[in-house]
């Protein structure tokens, strides 16, 4: 089970810290991305870290903004998001993915979380 937090409401050039906490898996197993859907159009790629922590990968739009992270100790993924843009209002979700090097592909992750809201204002 995968429950992401930390979404809320701000004003652009705000920042949060998303957080997504793991249970009932083997967590340093899983590869964990973030991935986001704005109203109206389809779920997108965000970011990906290795199993270990030591490798990532970001979407072009968010280069140099958002910083994925992870704490195998506790299960927990974070994706902290600075300079927001009003572009970046979406549902974010995290997943695993049994590919522990990472990917960036959508139907390589299994398991879903129900997603956490981020709304920016302009």
């Known amino acids: 089970q995968l429950v992401e937090s930390g979404g809320g409401f701000v004003q652009a050039g705000g920042s949060l810290r998303l957080s997504c906490a793991a249970s009932?898996?083997?967590?340093?197993?899983?590869?964990m991305g973030w991935f986001r859907q704005a109203p109206g159009k389809e779920r997108e790629f965000v970011a990906v870290?290795?199993?270990?922590?030591?490798?990532?990968y970001y979407a072009d739009p968010v280069k140099g903004r958002f910083t994925i992270s992870r704490d195998n100790a506790k299960n927990t993924v974070y994706l902290q998001v600075n300079s927001l843009k009003a572009e970046d209002t979406a549902v974010y979700y995290c997943?695993?993915?049994?590919?522990?090097?990472?990917?960036?592909?959508?139907?390589?992750?299994?398991?879903w979380g129900q997603g956490t809201q981020v709304t920016v204002s302009s």
């Open positions: 009932g898996r083997t967590f340093n197993n899983y590869a």
């Open positions: 870290i290795n199993w270990s922590g030591d490798g990532t």
């Open positions: 997943a695993a993915s049994t590919m522990r090097a990472g990917t960036a592909t959508e139907g390589d992750f299994g398991s």
